[in-house]
């Protein structure tokens, strides 16, 4: 049976020297896979230099990955090595893999990263019962209220307000990676404050292509025409272009078609996305407010878009207004 390991925990056993030879990360999350990754680092070498490989099937073979694991060191060195989707692995490799973690190379250490959701298979299965499982998947909403702690006071910022945490998560929650991105952005534009209030961080956060692209597709979503044509043409011709929207838009509205089909029906999480959480979370409410026809209409005239601005045949700001204007229209 598989095990479920907090990262946490696993971080915190990393951070006490309590190292294991195999760990296995599942999750699509790119900032915790390199956290997790860069604390094991830093306590198997410490200040010596870091020798580590990244391993990978589908560039070297999946027999040459097993071989590599398996070398022998004259020097007995401490190696890490990173494989990347172990799902790769063919064969009576699969058998090896399995059995070389069950007794893996004293000297070597060694992180197997699944970015997909759910262990589909039984090879993936038995990693998950043998070693456990370290959920690296971007965190929810109220797990990302530490993370925004976190990220402001490295940069030397405390005291944020819980309103405006909940507003950071909603604009940039789509990742750890983006959300410390942006916070690192916004606390370098207040550096030369020493504190800085409320409702000056709020004003900024407003005026941020992240949150204005969160806010463009809830006011969609929500059929509000005018709103929508005001952040939209604010987007294009300021912070963005409309070819940058085209993938968005057209998930948005693809994920509204699905929430129409199979209303009421679980769906598969998906591993990555364009949208933020809180935009995902709404789609079955923003769903109400089209019509099938709607919905299919708005993802035809997308495509037409994309055509007539590689081709040079409208500009951003004509082809958002057309868009926004014919898809939140009711008639």
Request: a neutral charge.
């Amino acid at each position: 049976m598989t095990k479920n390991i907090d990262f946490s925990q696993a971080f915190v056993s990393l951070s006490n020297s309590n190292i294991k030879p195999v760990y296995f990360l599942v999750g699509s999350d790119q900032f915790l896979q390199d956290y997790f990754i860069n604390e094991l680092e830093s306590c198997l070498f410490k200040n010596q230099p870091i020798d580590k490989a990244v391993l990978m099937a589908d560039d070297i073979g999946s027999k040459e990955v097993v071989n590599k694991l398996n070398e022998s060191d004259l020097f007995s060195s401490k190696k890490l090595f990173i494989l990347r989707n172990p799902n790769s692995l063919r064969g009576k490799t699969r058998e090896e893999f399995i059995d070389y973690c069950l007794n893996p190379n004293t000297q070597h250490y060694l992180v197997i990263v699944y970015e997909e959701f759910g262990l589909k298979n039984k090879f993936l299965k038995t990693l998950g019962t043998n070693h456990g499982v370290i959920s690296v998947s971007t965190p929810f909403e109220n797990e990302m209220v530490k993370w925004v702690k976190k990220f402001f006071e490295q940069n030397g910022v405390r005291n944020i307000s819980g309103k405006l945490t909940k507003k950071i998560i909603e604009a940039y929650g789509d990742s750890l990676f983006s959300l410390k991105n942006e916070i690192d952005k916004l606390s370098l534009s207040f550096s030369g404050d020493s504190e800085f209030t409320d409702d000056e961080l709020d004003n900024f956060i407003s005026t941020t292509r992240g949150y204005k692209k969160f806010e463009l597709f809830n006011y969609l979503g929500k059929k509000e025409t005018f709103l929508s044509l005001k952040l939209g043409r604010s987007l294009v011709s300021q912070d963005s272009s409309m070819l940058e929207l085209l993938k968005p838009l057209n998930e948005f509205y693809q994920e509204l078609l699905f929430a129409k089909i199979f209303s009421g029906t679980n769906q598969a999480k998906k591993s990555f996305s364009l949208l933020a959480p809180s935009i995902l979370r709404q789609l079955p409410m923003y769903a109400n407010n089209y019509s099938g026809k709607e919905i299919v209409s708005a993802l035809k005239r997308l495509g037409k878009i994309d055509k007539q601005i590689k081709s040079s045949q409208i500009d951003d700001e004509s082809a958002i207004t057309e868009f926004i204007f014919s898809a939140t229209s009711d008639g």
